[in-house]
């Protein structure tokens, strides 16, 4: 597979436009490993090589465990292994993520407003929002990983 074009200097002001979404989530009350579970997620669904093999890193350079990251795309299967929180952190993921299948559902929802306040709910959707957009960028534009 080749490289294509490359947005950040074809198109920059659109670019800058997602690193200010990349920005505000830096100030949002959601930790490191949160965001991070969300972005290796999205990204195991969308099959964005480049965006996992960052946030794989990324993850345990901010204290994620190897195991958890070797499991995480069969979470559902090894529940013991995740919070509750982060288990509707990770089924609000995948139900954003494949926003075609069934949207965001009700029973999700409602977990989330156990664990998370409305301002975190909203976080956490444009977490999920914001990976999505770079996973199609990535994946569009044939991003090539480092070696």
Not at 53 to 59: E, G, I, Y
Not at 61 to 78: S, V
Not at 110 to 119: H, L, P, R, S, T
Request: charged letters at 20%; a negative charge; aromatic letters at 8%.
């Amino acid at each position: 597979m080749s490289a294509r074009l490359n947005i950040a200097t074809v198109d920059s002001a659109a670019y800058k436009a997602m690193l200010g979404l990349e920005g505000y989530l830096q100030t949002t009350s959601l930790t490191h490993i949160q965001k991070e579970l969300i972005k290796i997620r999205a990204s195991q669904i969308n099959k964005c090589a480049f965006c996992l093999d960052m946030h794989t890193k990324d993850a345990i350079k901010y204290g994620e465990t190897p195991q958890r990251i070797f499991i995480l795309n069969g979470w559902t299967e090894a529940k013991e292994f995740f919070t509750e929180e982060e288990q509707v952190l990770l089924s609000m993921t995948e139900e954003i993520t494949l926003i075609s299948h069934k949207g965001l559902t009700e029973e999700t929802y409602q977990k989330a407003k156990a664990f998370f306040d409305e301002a975190q709910i909203a976080q956490i959707i444009m977490a999920i929002v914001t990976i999505n957009a770079w996973n199609r960028i990535a994946v569009s534009t044939h991003l090539p990983v480092a070696k």
